[in-house]
T-cell receptor, first 115, second 111 residues
Framework: DTAVSQTPKYLVTQMGNDKSIKCEQNLGHDTMYWYKQDSKKFLKIMFS???????INETVPNRFSPKSPDKAHLNLHINSLELGDSAVYFCASSLGTGVNSYGYTFGSGTRLTVV | GNSVTQMEGPVTLSEEAFLTINCTYT??????LFWYVQYPGEGLQLLLK?????DKGSNKGFEATYRKETTSFHLEKGSVQVSDSAVYFCALKDSWGKLQFGAGTQVVVTP
């Protein structure tokens, strides 16, 4: 199936731990994104990579570090997890950058719970 | 900066009722506009889009028209079903390619 797939789907961890979320797309897209959705469903972009190059880096604590080994993969590593990091994290991909007609294709999300 | 404003939810309707979700935007330049839908426990799915003024996007009985003069992109459906219960997000894509979302509107359709 062509898709954006994220792993894991659920992640429960203790404060202070370090964790990673992986994302892969097989759509042939060249741009990938991480979004955070809070408990009120508000979506905020965190990072974007185009062909492995970081192009969007919003105001995010530096405990969050994205890595893109190739244009089909974008991982998110989070150090020293805090309670406020609990959220659903969505990976997405699209074709090209700039204002164009291509929407984003989203993964099904990773629900992170920090206890 | 750019922003997207949606009507607050939840919007509760009976089956076969008419649905409108208001969306207005503020942007420099000429953004592309989108509606996404999120069903419970799932990711976001693209519902429809419009890339220039007066374009109408449509899909699955939903429609929205890009109105530059009122900076709006209201979503409408003539007859909703229980299966349309979801959260709907209006979004704009700016000149950097960044997709910026409104706060989302929850729609609940009852039988």
């Amino acid at each position: 199936d062509t898709a954006v797939s994220q792993t894991p789907k659920y992640l429960v961890t203790q404060m202070g731990n370090d964790k990673s979320i992986k994302c892969e797309q097989n759509l042939g897209h060249d741009t990938m994104y991480w979004y955070k959705q809070d408990s009120k469903k508000f979506l905020k972009i965190m990072f974007s990579y185009n062909n492995k190059e970081l192009i969007i880096n919003e105001t995010v604590p530096n405990r969050f570090s994205p890595k893109s080994p190739d244009k089909a993969h974008l991982n998110l590593h989070i150090n020293s997890l805090e309670l406020g990091d609990s959220a659903v994290y969505f990976c997405a991909s699209s074709l090209g950058t700039g204002v164009n007609s291509y929407g984003y294709t989203f993964g099904s999300g990773t629900r992170l719970t920090v206890v | 900066g750019n922003s997207v404003t949606q009507m607050e939810g939840p919007v509760t309707l009976s089956e076969e009722a008419f649905l409108t979700i208001n969306c207005t935007y503020t942007a420099t330049g000429y953004p592309s506009l989108f509606w996404y839908v999120q069903y419970p426990g799932e990711g976001l799915q693209l519902l429809l889009k419009a890339t220039k003024a007066d374009d109408k996007g449509s899909n699955k009985g939903f429609e929205a028209t890009y109105r530059k003069e009122t900076t709006s992109f209201h979503l409408e459906k003539g007859s909703v079903q229980v299966s349309d219960s979801a959260v709907y997000f209006c979004a704009l894509k700016d000149s950097w390619g960044k997709l910026q979302f409104g706060a989302g509107t929850q729609v609940v359709v009852t039988p």
